[in-house]
Structures are given as C-alpha cells and as structure tokens.
C-alpha cells in the first residue's frame, strides 16, 4: 500500500492559493448537487467534475444562470468539467487545473469508488477538504476498515459470523453486485442451508459473484429503523462545540423497498429472479429522532472522533456519517461508516434540516457547512 501524500506538501500548495478566490470542486454524482448549492450559499465558486455522458445534471439542469449584475438567478454549478471518465481527474494535466483554479476537493463515495484509491492517497496532488488517510477505511476487504476503528473506540456493531455454519439466527451477507459493481450485492439468511440455497440462487442469477462470497463479511441483522447521523467536526469552531449534527436520513432501497410494500400473499408470487430482493439504494428521506436518543447519538461521535484522532492523525474534519440501525431496546449499532459526506444529504439541499437549522438559526445543508468552514479557514488564514 502506497504512502499517503504528505499533508505538509498539502499546505505548501494552499499557500499558494489567493484566499479570495477558492474553488471547490467534487465528482459530479453522490452528494455533489449538495456540495455545489452549500457552496452557492457562502458565495464560493464551485467546479462538478462530470463524466461524458453523464453531465446533463450539472451541466444544463443545475448550473448556475446569473443576470446582468453577475447575481444568482437560477441553479447552483458554476462549471461543469466534462471528462471521458471521472478517473481522468487523477491525470497530472487535470491536477494542475485543479491547482491553477485555487481549488479545495471535496471527497464523495463516488470519487473513491470511480478512482483508483491508490492514487488518491500518493498521487493526486491536489487539497482536499477532508480526512484523505481515512478514505480507506470505506473498503471492508481492508485490515483496518471501519470495523477495526469501531472496535477500537468501543463501539456498538453488529455481531460478526466467521463463517456461513455458524449462521444461527437472521442475519446478512455484505458483499458487491456482480455486474454493478459500486452497488450491494447483499441477501439475508438465517440457517446455513438458506445461505447456501440463496448464494447459489444469486450466483445463477447473475447479482453476485462466488469468488465475492470469500471475502463477503456475515452478521448478525438488526431488527430496527435506519438512521444515518450526518454529523461535522470542526478543528476551527470558535464559538460552541466542534461537533455538529446536521441531519438525519434513512434510505430508499431497490427492489427490497418494492417487496415491503407488497402483502405477503402477492410476495410468494413473485418470479424466481425477484423472490430475494436487491438493496441498490435509490434515494434519501428526512428523519429525526426521539429526543433522548440524541445524546447516545451525539456519544457516539464524540468516541469515534476520539478513535480517529489517535489512529488517522489528524483524524476527521469535516463532514462524516455513521450509518446506524435502532433496536427494540434503543440500543444503537454501527453498521456502516463514511468518513467523508455522506449519500443522503441532497435531502438537505436549499432548505437544511431542522437540526443543523436549529444549530445555526438558518438553512443549513452539509454542503453549506462545509463550505462555512472552508470560508472561516481562509479569513484566518
């Protein structure tokens, strides 16, 4: 595994920016409309770097129009970069725009699913807002993914099952899509005959892969609402704590959404290819919690933040997500972590949420945050 870049090299490139005039810029998918808005709030230029093809999002429905005064009257994406691949922005050439236009990136779960995550941490030589030595962690193949870290801070997860005999209760196999790799090619069993009935189900039906199944990761399912806690941690914050909840999301998940909504009768009908259902999530929607849960959530952060700091030095800044599921006795679990924006804040575009609203007396959306801080980190130089 390569090194990762050093951050001093970082800050020497930062120093040579005009502090008037930062950019950011993000893959132009995931969270990046929320980027770009956030950005568009605190007036700061903003870049969505696309892929020929997949570019009409950011390039025609969502980019900016301004009148004659130069205001804002329609839309939130400065420039929309259009490349062959999102992977052509580790090219030197594109590294060295980046840098000509003063610009701070911005790490979404599609800038290291569509690049090579090798290259992000030695190679690309541009500044990132964000915990670039984290990144990793994302990857459940890795030694010291997000489940060493949680386990080191003494965090609640999800019981793991070394192997598929040992399934004795529900539980769920987490590994990728066969043929869409970036999506989940997960399926839940609760015996070692279902598991070995529906793995080769999957397999013959193309979703998942055997040589996956080696590598997938087994555990125990959690029977209980998702919430996934978008939180921030600011090493600038002056005036009040430096963790924020922003807001909270639940996802939609394709087909598993399509088969709750159905009776039970009209399920047991259903065609061979769609008995066991996929969990591709598809969108977001807006959540919030009881209020004597918050303090366990906001525990939560603080532990993992503790964690991060004494094993990623510097640790996380900025925005992060801890992906959680409730019990029946209001017991959290970690399931899943991203140490970077999480998926669901689009939810938050233009209106906020009403935590992160509540916290600041305005709209505030991640993207705007993160762009909150970028600009206090420039005028304090």
């Given at each position: ?67 004659d005064a130069h205001g804002r009257l329609r839309g939130c994406v400065d420039e929309a970069w259009v490349l062959n691949r999102f992977a052509d922005i580790l090219d030197e050439k594109q590294q060295e725009r980046l840098r000509d236009e003063n610009v701070l990136f911005v790490p979404n779960r599609s800038f290291t699913s569509y690049c090579d995550l090798d290259a992000i941490e ?260």
């Amino acid at each position: 595994m390569p090194s990762v870049l050093d951050p001093e090299a970082m800050k020497e490139t930062v120093r040579g920016y005009q502090a008037s005039d930062i950019k950011l810029a993000a893959i132009a998918s995931h969270s990046c409309l929320d980027i770009c808005d956030g950005a568009a709030d605190e007036g700061l230029p903003n870049i969505a770097v696309c892929e020929r093809g997949r570019e009409s999002t950011y390039a025609r429905y969502f980019r900016t129009v301004r009148d004659d005064a130069h205001g804002r009257l329609r839309g939130c994406v400065d420039e929309a970069w259009v490349l062959n691949r999102f992977a052509d922005i580790l090219d030197e050439k594109q590294q060295e725009r980046l840098r000509d236009e003063n610009v701070l990136f911005v790490p979404n779960r599609s800038f290291t699913s569509y690049c090579d995550l090798d290259a992000i941490e030695s190679q690309f030589r541009v500044p990132m807002v964000g915990s670039r030595n984290m990144l990793r962690m994302e990857e459940r193949e890795e030694e010291k993914d997000y489940y060493w870290l949680l386990d080191k801070a003494g965090l609640p997860y999800p019981d793991p099952i070394e192997h598929p005999n040992d399934i004795d209760e529900l539980s769920i196999v987490k590994l990728h899509h066969a043929e869409k790799r970036l999506e989940r090619g997960f399926f839940t069993a609760a015996t070692p005959e279902e598991y070995e009935q529906k793995s080769q189900e999957l397999i013959q039906q193309g979703v998942i892969r055997e040589d996956d199944l080696d590598h997938a990761r087994i555990e125990r399912y959690i029977v209980g609402p998702v919430f996934n806690l978008n939180f921030f941690h600011s090493p600038l914050e002056l005036y009040g704590e430096s963790l924020d909840l922003l807001g909270i999301d639940w996802r939609f998940e394709s087909s598993l959404d399509g088969h709750v909504r159905l009776p039970a009768p009209q399920q047991m009908t259903l065609p061979e290819h769609q008995i066991v259902p996929e969990m591709t999530v598809t969108g977001h929607a807006s959540a919030t919690l009881r209020e004597s849960l918050l303090d366990d959530a906001f525990q939560l952060a603080e532990k993992f933040i503790k964690a991060a700091k004494e094993h990623y030095d510097p640790g996380i800044i900025g925005p992060f997500c801890l992906q959680t599921c409730v019990d029946k006795d209001l017991n959290f679990y970690i399931y899943d972590v991203a140490p970077r924006v999480g998926g669901g804040t689009n939810i938050h575009l233009s209106q906020g949420h009403p935590y992160g609203n509540t916290l600041f007396r305005t709209p505030m959306s991640t993207g705007r945050r993160l762009a909150l801080e970028v600009r206090a980190a420039a005028q304090r130089d």
